[in-house]
């Protein structure tokens, strides 16, 4: 049996879309507040971009996402 985690950040763009960003195997505990720092510390250094180029202009939501696989018998 396998888990695997991930947390994903959602963000705004200037131009009014959404996009997020995905990141393997976040630490065990980890905070919205961890989150919310992380993600705004992306959008102030302008650090990455959403689809097409796209300036991010605010974080709005975090998630942890966990699946579990488990091999057939």
């Given at each position: 049996?396998?888990?695997?985690?991930?947390?994903?950040?959602?963000?705004?763009?200037?131009?009014?879309?959404?996009?997020?960003?995905?990141?393997?195997?976040?630490?065990?505990?980890?905070?919205?507040?961890?989150?919310?720092?992380?993600?705004?510390?992306?959008?102030?250094n302008?650090?990455?971009?959403?689809?097409?180029?796209?300036?991010?202009a605010?974080?709005?939501?975090?998630?942890?996402?966990?699946?579990?696989?488990?091999?057939?018998?």
């Open positions: 049996m396998c888990n695997y985690r991930i947390a994903e950040l959602t963000f705004s763009t200037v131009g009014g879309k959404s996009t997020s960003v995905t990141i393997s195997a976040p630490r065990a505990g980890i905070t919205l507040q961890d989150a919310k720092t992380a993600a705004n510390a992306l959008v102030a302008k650090v990455i971009l959403g689809s097409g180029d796209a300036e991010l605010a974080f709005t939501t975090a998630r942890e996402v966990t699946t579990q696989t488990t091999e057939l018998q």
